[in-house]
């Protein structure tokens, strides 16, 4: 079992940041690869990053490159995700997610936090 925990989110004006953080506990977190999602009201959960076990590599949605920076701290068993130049668009709730494998595939993780809600204004 891998409980998770997310915080920092909250409500940001346009052009805004925010860091999300995830905190870990239970199994070692380091056999994880990390994720985190994000599901606004009426739609799908959506893959937003990910991060292998190790922490070298890492994978993005594309439409948040150049904006969103996944990275984990294994020895802090706690992932992040920074979020930058924010638009209303990036209104959601943001969860974290651990798996034995990095995929954009929701269905297929093992572990989900509760998740933070990041409300972005125009």
């Known amino acids: 079992q891998v409980q998770l925990v997310e915080s920092g989110g909250g409500l940001v004006q346009a052009g805004g940041s925010l860091r999300l953080s995830c905190a870990a506990s239970?199994?070692?977190?380091?056999?994880?690869?990390m994720g985190w999602f994000r599901q606004a009201p009426g739609k799908e959960r959506d893959f937003v990053a990910c991060?292998?076990?190790?922490?070298?590599?890492?994978s993005l949605a594309d439409s948040l490159k150049g904006r969103f920076t996944i990275s984990r701290d294994n020895a802090k068993n706690t992932l992040y995700l920074q979020t930058n130049s924010l638009k209303p668009e990036d209104t959601a709730v943001y969860y974290c997610?651990?798996?034995?494998?990095?995929?954009?595939?929701?269905?297929?993780?093992?572990?989900w936090g509760q998740g933070t809600q990041v409300t972005v204004s125009s």
């Open positions: 239970g199994r070692t977190f380091s056999s994880y690869a």
């Open positions: 997610a651990a798996a034995l494998y990095c995929t954009a595939h929701y269905a297929q993780w093992e572990y």
């Open positions: 991060i292998r076990r190790s922490g070298g590599s890492t």
